[in-house]
């Protein structure tokens, strides 16, 4: 079983619509959450990190489950620019409990956001 | 801001050839990685450093060791170059361990072909 596994997309939404991608990590000592995006071409970037308790920037809601091991991140009101592969990432710990000791991406999920 | 600089953007190598990938980053981060990324597989870690001279096994090692004989610098060697390792290479550094904000910065990615 992969550490972590994304929806495996892709997702091709109309703008406006509100669209959820999960991922799920096989690790109960995994530390962090993220979520990342990335464009065609370009290299990853950070969305967000996602809280225990969840959290929002502005159209973009993520959520973590720890019970079952999951996260999720929720994006309304869709729009062109957010057309990109998301990608979820999960950090282990190292050698001797470094914090970032192992940071494990998802495969990512493709997002087409059409007029 | 960050820099993370990659040595090339583009190489094509011969099979048996040794291979350098240089990365460099100039904010004084702790932690490096090396990733690549392949179609449908998503990043996959290689290797990673949390200090000047330490290294961790990634996911992927086979094939690969890598340097970090300065903080700010951080290859990757392919001793003897195969076309399976035809890929795109990422490099990322990370903020000071322990901090909550994840953020990894990746260079552009050296696009590395195996003949």
């Known amino acids: 079983r992969k550490e972590v596994e994304q929806d495996p997309g892709p997702f091709n939404v109309p703008e406006g619509a509100t669209v959820a991608f999960n991922c799920t990590y096989s690790n109960s000592a995994s530390q962090s959450f993220f979520w990342y995006r990335q464009d065609c071409r370009k290299e990853p970037k950070l969305l967000m990190s996602?809280?225990?308790s969840g959290n929002e920037d502005g159209r973009f809601t993520a959520q973590l489950n720890r019970a079952s091991q999951y996260i999720s991140l929720l994006i309304r009101d869709s729009k062109l620019s957010d057309s990109a592969t998301y990608l979820c990432v999960v950090n282990l710990p190292g050698a001797g409990g470094t914090s970032y000791g192992k940071l494990t991406f998802g495969q990512g999920t493709i997002l087409t956001v059409h007029p | 801001d960050v820099k993370v600089t990659q040595s090339s953007r583009y190489l094509v190598k011969r099979t048996g050839e040794k291979v350098f990938l240089e990365c460099v980053q100039d904010?004084?981060?702790?932690?490096m990685f090396w990733y690549r990324q392949d179609p449908g597989l998503g990043l996959r870690l290689i290797y990673f450093?949390?200090?000047?001279?330490?290294?961790e096994k990634g996911d992927i090692p086979e094939g690969y060791s890598v340097s970090r004989e300065k903080k700010e610098r951080f290859s990757l060697i392919l001793e003897s170059a195969s076309t399976n390792q035809t890929s795109m290479y990422l490099c990322a550094s990370i903020n000071i361990p322990g901090s909550s904000t994840g953020e990894l910065f990746f260079g552009e990615g050296s696009r590395l072909t195996v003949l």
């Open positions: 904010m004084d981060h702790e932690n």
């Open positions: 450093s949390y200090d000047v001279k330490m290294k």
């Open positions: 996602v809280y225990s």
